[in-house]
């Protein structure tokens, strides 16, 4: 099987999933969280599956997770409990200044 006929198989496995791929992407869902619920290929490979699409099929709703999506916070964790305003002072002086 060439590369080809891979691109070819998941662009036709996307093709009932495009509408709500479109939503789930609207919705937050990553590339990854998109490819895990297909159950096919990497995540750039069902992107450029869902974007060259050119097969038209009855819109399914995706497959449901069998965990809700992981998602990590690029956010700085926030302290526990009362915390002290941050005093540069506070740190050690560097080169003896």
């Known amino acids: 099987m060439t590369i080809h006929d891979k ?8 093709a009932p999933y495009i509408q709500a ?3 789930a992407r609207a919705g937050g869902l990553t590339w990854k969280d998109i490819a ?12 450029q599956a869902v974007r060259n699409c050119k097969y038209r099929a009855e819109q399914l709703p995706l497959p449901e997770p ?8 690029t956010a700085p964790p926030k302290p526990a409990g009362q915390s002290q305003p941050f005093d540069i002072n506070s740190l050690p002086r560097i080169g003896g200044r």
């Open 7 to 14: 691109a070819t198989r998941l662009t036709a496995r996307v």
């Open 21 to 23: 791929i479109a939503e």
């Open 36 to 47: 895990a619920l297909i159950g096919a290929g990497t995540p750039d490979a069902v992107r």
């Open 66 to 73: 069998s965990q809700p999506p992981t998602r990590t916070s």
